[in-house]
């Protein structure tokens, strides 16, 4: 047994692009209000978080382009599968992330999408993004550390 799954904790999905793309600041958690057959759909793992992002507006905390496909037994009770979510966190975190991604080049990616328990949860990260060179620096560095693993365990053997 995982230490994940003694917590109560399964991952749904992850956003791997959203390391790709961003320089993750800070983590948060928050649940999201789905439908039943939403959450069927995401417990039977079809969930794409690629091109999703979250704003701010009126007070309340949305997730865009979050794509749950259609539950394929929820007949006439399935929504639209890329419609916009709104998030449940507290208001003066929301207040406080809302002044965080109006200075400049930050915003709001989910990172991933879990189980805790029985409630789905989104983690969002504050991200500010990266220019092509931090890109080509991480996957060097990446690659070195690769190099330096293969080499440590050929020296092992």
Excluded: W
């Excluded at 507006?57 to 599968?81: A, Q």
């Excluded at 400049?104 to 500010?128: M, Q």
């Amino acid at each position: 047994m995982s230490p994940t799954e003694r917590k109560g904790i399964k991952i749904a999905a992850q956003n791997r692009k959203a390391f790709h793309d961003y320089f993750v600041e800070e983590r948060y958690e928050a649940g999201i209000e789905l439908f039943g057959t939403e959450v069927k759909s995401i417990r039977a793992g079809t969930l794409n978080l690629k091109d999703a992002y979250c704003t701010v507006k009126d007070g309340e905390l949305l997730v865009h382009g979050m794509h749950i496909s259609p539950y394929e037994k929820g007949n006439i009770f399935n929504r639209d599968p890329v419609r916009t979510r709104r998030l449940l966190m507290h208001k003066r975190e929301i207040r406080k992330l809302h002044d965080l991604i109006k200075q400049d080049g930050y915003t709001l990616v989910p990172l991933s999408v879990y189980f805790k328990d029985a409630r789905v949860k989104l983690e969002i990260g504050l991200c500010k993004g990266k220019k092509n060179y931090d890109k080509r620096e991480a996957a060097a560095q990446r690659d070195a550390k690769r190099e330096m693993d293969r080499t440590m365990r050929e020296r092992n053997r």
